[in-house]
């Protein structure tokens, strides 16, 4: 019987250990391919679930430097947060932190369902 990791607290769906995996590695294999380096800073700005455990987890196994940002920050402090990690590359699905990022550094916004499609 396959291990479960985590059930997502708003869907109730969850994602075992093989299923981790294997989507964190694809969606490493994707932050490569679009410029993540070792040592880069990567925004994960995502509701506590399962993505975000697969977006963090990404993001480590790519060399990178998960910074997560909570969604229900203030739209002021979330901009704050955002310039001051000085981060190309943010995961996210919500307009509020796209809209944040917008005069910062980041250049690479990738939703939660590019991680999931993997690399092209």
């Given at each position: 019987m396959e291990r479960i990791v985590m059930v997502d607290p708003g869907t109730g769906l969850a994602i075992t250990e093989r299923q981790l995996d294997e989507r964190s590695a694809a969606a490493a294999v994707l932050l490569r391919r679009r410029g993540v380096c070792a040592g880069d800073t990567v925004l994960v700005c995502l509701p506590v679930g399962p993505d975000l455990l697969v977006a963090a987890d990404a993001v480590i196994a790519a060399g990178g430097v998960a910074c997560p940002v909570s969604p229900d920050l203030d739209p002021g402090v979330l901009r704050d947060r955002i310039r001051a990690s000085?981060?190309?590359?943010?995961?996210?699905?919500?307009?509020?932190?796209?809209?944040?990022?917008?005069?910062?550094?980041?250049?690479?916004?990738?939703?939660?369902?590019?991680?999931?499609?993997g690399p092209s």
């Open positions: 000085r981060a190309r590359v943010m995961i996210t699905d919500l307009c509020a932190a796209r809209e944040a990022a917008d005069e910062s550094r980041v250049r690479i916004v990738l939703g939660v369902a590019d991680l999931r499609d």
